[in-house]
């Protein structure tokens, strides 16, 4: 489990993110780079670390699944994810 803190961190800056994007967007299509450079530094998208959406885990991040290996281990052998089960050959 991560740092209540560093989760609600990743909470604002997508927030941040999603509020900014249309504007980087215009900026970067008419190359003001001098305006762009002057927006907060955590609504640039490539700055975000992805995380667990259950326990906040950046490692180990699967984004297919929105989740890390542990809980995507732990949930696909409980038949909670769907279209997912266990290869044998």
Known sequence: MAKK???IKYE??????AQYADLRRELKK???YEALAKLPKDSNPI???RRDHIDGRPRGYMR???MSRLN???YAHLGQ?????????
């Open 5 to 7: 803190s560093k989760i």
């Open 12 to 17: 604002k800056q997508q927030k941040l993110i």
């Open 30 to 32: 008419e190359h003001n």
């Open 47 to 49: 700055r975000l670390r």
């Open 64 to 66: 297919k699944f929105d």
């Open 72 to 74: 995507f281990r732990k």
């Open 81 to 89: 994810i769907p279209g997912v089960h266990k290869a044998s050959w």
